[in-house]
């Protein structure tokens, strides 16, 4: 940290930059505010509709789609014999958009070698 | 805990006592889940919605009802000039009814002195 | 809830019925505050004492004890190939004690068939 | 989303983008795993290193700095009359650090205006 360049203008984040530190918020707000929510198949999509909504309040946040994996839900429920679980990112499919001084920027969640993995897609002038 | 006792007839709890404790789990759970959740006036049901649906998944659980005081959020939004708040209990007003084994308890959650109170309000035999 | 013995003498919850309300309160707050949370043999002690020291600050809780189970972590983890993962009920096994108005109760969480199962264990006078 | 240019080489992320993308998802991460965890004087410091400890498991994380405003705790509880509260922003000063494919970012988390803010402080070359 002992580093004089700190303040130097070469270190101040562009647009492009704040706007994906602004989609990683919410992706990182989404998946740790309902990580762990009991999960139905009857339930599953109260719970995406209000992880959508409620995370589009946040700043700069344009739109959150997200997708319960019902057919991996499904399959989860079967293997326990069970009537529910709870959430964790195999059973999410999400893509953020977030607008931020000019800069569209385009995230996903999707699952990836068994994780669940968020990924930038694009960053765009608008 | 060295209380050679411990396994004595009258420290087994009875089916009320056990449907208490359930009772409690689901009012902890969904606290604990969903405060923090950003809250606007417009995404209010649908996290109302999602709370209900996904307690109401865990086990004896017959019904939750959770409403969301839009009068006290549109308080405290307009006085921070703000569009959206984060959940807490303020805004919060929940019953939820229990069954176990023949027994029925209901339990609500509502301020009391500034203090979002959880409260034990009827064990019934069915 | 078109009961109108309701409000009826033998509906009023006993002390010990309040008690066990009370540590099921403390049982669904630590599993659903602190489930998914990122995990790994390194930061498995430092997350086990917040949960034990944020819940101990919850009314009439007396004691918390949280036992990660590192041989279940390292196992999920071999078996992954990761370094860490999420907190779920299979690497947990906890004990909350509450005392309530001369009443004890004794509660445990540990895994039974593959789930985590809350459990209240005992009730006594003091 | 018709959007014919998406996958055009001027939409890819830089690195640079991709690290502020990952400094994001902490700062998302931390503040929506805790959110709402009771918190006292007493418990704060075991609090603010499992928040550090359990952020730091997470890819491309190499430091997590957590204070715990105790002067402010202090005073929301002398306010309130209370023992505990529950965690949120104002008590909070946050410091992450990201590496990410040769970048370098710097994130901090403190209040302004009465609002905890995430805040991109600088984008290093290592």
Same mark, same amino acid.
């Given at each position: 940290?002992?580093?004089d360049?700190?303040v130097s203008d ?11 530190f ?6 990182g ?11 139905s198949? #009857?339930?599953?999509?109260? &719970? !995406?509709? $209000?992880?959508? @909504?409620?995370? =589009? ?6 739109? /959150? ?6 057919? #991996?839900?499904?399959?989860? &429920? !079967?293997? $326990?014999?069970? @009537?529910?679980? =709870? ?6 499919? /999400? ?5 931020y001084?000019?800069r569209?920027v385009?995230?996903?969640? $999707? ?16």
């Amino acid at each position: 940290m002992a580093d004089d360049t700190r303040v130097s203008d070469d270190e101040t984040p562009t647009d492009a930059e704040a706007a994906c530190f602004e989609a990683g918020i919410k992706f990182g707000s989404l998946y740790h505010q309902f990580a762990g929510t009991p999960l139905s198949l #009857e339930s599953a999509s109260s &719970l !995406a509709r $209000a992880m959508e @909504e409620s995370i =589009e309040n946040q700043p700069h946040c344009s739109d /959150v789609t997200v997708e319960i994996r019902t057919d #991996e839900l499904d399959d989860a &429920l !079967a293997a $326990a014999s069970a @009537e529910y679980t =709870e959430l964790t990112g195999r059973f999410l499919e /999400v893509e953020i958009v977030v607008d931020y001084e000019g800069r569209t920027v385009v995230t996903k969640m $999707a699952m990836e070698d068994g994780y669940p993995l968020m990924r930038l897609e694009a960053v765009r002038n608008r």
